[in-house]
């Protein structure tokens, strides 16, 4: 049982690249999350997946794009890779998205662009 | 949407003290309040979690109870241990109009010396 799984954990692009960050979940979870986190500001939501089939929004979603691409797994991808993007990506997942639930984190990518 | 607010690190003590890391929220309504933990080069995972207030979440010989009147989650624990090192994240559940995320705090780092 691996639980959240990312690859690759470390990237260098320049800038103006496209890369997709990978991200699968052996648990059987129903929603799962891609947050970045910078220096000083805690992690922030990028995109959510509720439940296969679905995805929303979450705080900071503008250069991103996603896909929930079955149950397991859960892409997030930087179309034109911009320095203000250089960060550390977490993939987490939960059994569903209600508000006692456990998160459970990947040992998360990090990510620079030049 | 709910925000939260901890104290600003990094806190360096020594091995047996005692640990208080403040942690206060915003919120409309009465959410679930988490600390979770990252240990070096590690993703995060939940520590302690409290659903309603007056409860009291507590794992590994930390604690932490939710408190309404004060809109407050403090993180406590009686003696620290050089393995305790680690940056400290508060979080609060936010909900609505669809949208459901964790929301989190900037961080403190602990640092327990020998």
């Known amino acids: 049982n691996a639980g959240v799984t990312q690859t690759p954990k470390f990237q260098v692009l320049k800038t103006g690249q496209s890369m997709t960050l990978q991200c699968a979940q052996d648990?059987?979870?129903?929603?799962m999350y891609w947050y970045r986190q910078d220096p000083g500001m805690g992690l922030r939501l990028i995109y959510y997946?509720?439940?296969?089939?679905?995805?929303d929004k979450g705080e900071v979603p503008n250069g991103y794009n996603v896909s929930r691409l079955n149950k397991r797994e859960f892409s997030l991808r930087l179309e034109s890779a911009a320095p203000s993007q250089t960060s550390v990506y977490f993939c987490?997942?939960?059994?569903?998205?209600?508000?006692?639930?456990?998160?459970?984190f990947g040992p998360g990518t990090r990510l620079t662009v030049l | 949407g709910n925000s939260v607010t901890q104290m600003e690190g990094p806190v360096t003590l020594s091995e047996e003290a005692f640990l208080t890391i403040n942690c206060t929220y915003t919120?409309?309504?009465?959410?679930?309040l988490f600390w979770y933990v990252q240990y070096p080069g590690e993703g995060l995972q939940l520590l302690l979690k409290?659903?309603?207030?007056?409860d009291k979440g507590s794992n590994k010989g930390f604690e932490a109870t939710y408190r309404k009147e004060t809109t407050s989650f403090h993180l406590e624990k009686g003696s620290v241990q050089v393995s305790d090192s680690a940056v400290y994240f508060c979080?609060?559940?936010?909900?609505?109009?669809?949208?459901?995320?964790?929301?989190f705090g900037k961080g403190t780092k602990l640092s327990v010396i020998p």
């Open positions: 648990m059987n979870h129903n929603s």
């Open positions: 987490a997942s939960s059994e569903v998205s209600g508000s006692t639930d456990t998160q459970y």
């Open positions: 997946s509720a439940s296969e089939g679905t995805t």
């Open positions: 919120a409309t309504g009465y959410p679930s």
């Open positions: 979080a609060t559940f936010s909900s609505g109009a669809g949208s459901y995320q964790l929301t």
């Open positions: 409290a659903t309603k207030a007056d």
